[in-house]
């Protein structure tokens, strides 16, 4: 009887050790936009820059590359301040921004999602093959989102980044 018990402890022991075995840690990237999940033993660099488009906005970028053919980029967009190129016309350029900005919350506050704060790709100029982008809605939210990627590429652990 005991051997029968000891046998079937064993078993189970290995069932359970075969199956921890067969899980892949991931870094899932749950966004307003999509989820994106890779395993943190494939990135191979997580990086982060700001660039300047069209004069007119400012782009902080989360690239995170895999040895795969995929590269993800995340990425908050701001609006350059207008400058007056005379001081007396700033404080207009002001109160027109601040009218702007109240626009805004009226059109998210009726429900609607203002097409600004989504991916816009215009194809075939900006496809890029084999990227997926995704846009965050705060710069906060996307320096939290490149630390969790390189904390969890360097620990190769289970890793969940949500934003609701």
Not at 18 to 35: D, F, K, N, T, Y
Not at 84 to 97: F, M
């Amino acid at each position: 009887m005991k051997k029968l018990l000891f046998l079937s402890t064993l078993l189970l022991l290995t069932k359970v050790a075969v199956h921890a075995q067969a899980q892949i840690p991931v870094w899932r990237c749950e966004l307003p936009g999509g989820v994106f999940v890779v395993d943190p033993a494939t990135i191979t660099s997580v990086s982060t820059h700001e660039y300047i488009v069209d004069g007119i906005a400012r782009v902080t970028e989360v690239s995170v590359a895999t040895t795969g053919s995929l590269i993800a980029r995340f990425y908050y967009l701001e609006p350059l301040k207008l400058k007056s190129p005379v001081g007396v016309g700033q404080s207009l350029l002001d109160k027109v921004d601040e009218k702007i900005q109240e626009g805004t919350a009226r059109v998210e506050q009726a429900g609607v999602e203002p097409v600004w704060k989504k991916v816009i790709k215009n194809y075939p100029t900006t496809t890029h093959a084999h990227t997926v982008e995704y846009r965050l809605d705060s710069k906060e939210q996307l320096d939290k989102l490149f630390a969790s990627a390189v904390n969890t590429w360097r620990r190769r652990q289970d890793t969940t980044f949500k934003i609701p």
